[in-house]
């Protein structure tokens, strides 16, 4: 009968431990994915913020460009003043001022 009861209670004690066990697995599980969650948001956080700066100097890219091209139609028609028209700057003997009083 002494037997019986202590086996029982090994039995008992051993549910007991693998219901523990089971518990903390869980738990950790769930703070597992809690961790990976909040890491996701935090990195889809900063990927939108480094899209945003992408597009922005992209942006800016263009801009540029399009000051470069402006700059460098000014020397060429420049260029081509004087090359193809034979146009040129009069000189100073020849500049006249009109003042209007």
């Keep these: 009968m002494v037997k019986k009861t202590m086996l029982r209670e090994k039995y008992w004690l051993k549910q007991v431990a693998v219901i523990v066990v089971m518990i903390l697995v869980i738990m950790g599980s769930a703070f597992m994915v809690v961790n990976q969650v909040f890491n996701y948001r935090h990195d889809y956080r900063i990927y939108n913020q480094l899209a945003k700066e992408r597009d922005d ?6 801009r540029l460009l399009i000051e470069q091209q402006t700059f460098g139609a000014t020397a060429q ?25």
């Excluded at 100097?57 to 263009?62: D, F, S, T």
């Design 77 to 101: 028609i420049g260029t081509r003043a004087v090359t193809q028209l034979r146009m040129y700057s009069p000189p100073a003997s020849q500049t006249v001022v009109v003042s209007i009083k």
């Design 57 to 62: 100097l992209n942006a800016e890219w263009g």
